[in-house]
């Protein structure tokens, strides 16, 4: 599997948190299972069980097809997803806010000299 994002770094590595982080990336566009498993690095049949699963729950609805292509988006009206909609706003800040407080280096004007700020 790829590196897992943010979502997953604070609720946990497993394929349903990296399914549904890759619907938060995404969440204004819809999907076909088969590009999204491969890219998160999941087997096409263990996708379609979970989104299967996630249809069940209501986090995901059917959109369109496309040739044979089923296509799903993150159903936005569910009150769970929300609250994951939430976190992950909260997460992206948590995980920007670390990056702020790292030192950056930055060349001054002088010839060859670096510093932090």
Request: proline share 2%; glycine share 8%.
């Amino acid at each position: 599997m790829k590196k897992c994002g943010a979502f997953c770094e604070i609720y946990g590595d497993n394929i349903n948190n990296r399914i549904l982080e890759y619907m938060l990336e995404n969440q204004d566009l819809d999907f076909a299972v088969g590009d999204m498993a491969k890219e998160i690095g999941i087997s096409r049949p263990k996708a379609y069980d979970v989104i299967k699963e996630f249809e069940k729950k209501g986090y995901v609805k059917k959109s369109r097809i496309i040739g044979k292509t089923q296509l799903y988006f993150l159903n936005k009206n569910d009150e769970r997803i929300k609250l994951f909609l939430k976190d992950f706003k909260q997460c992206l800040k948590l995980i920007i806010g670390e990056y702020e407080e790292k030192p950056r280096v930055s060349f001054g004007s002088g010839i060859g000299i670096a510093y932090t700020k």
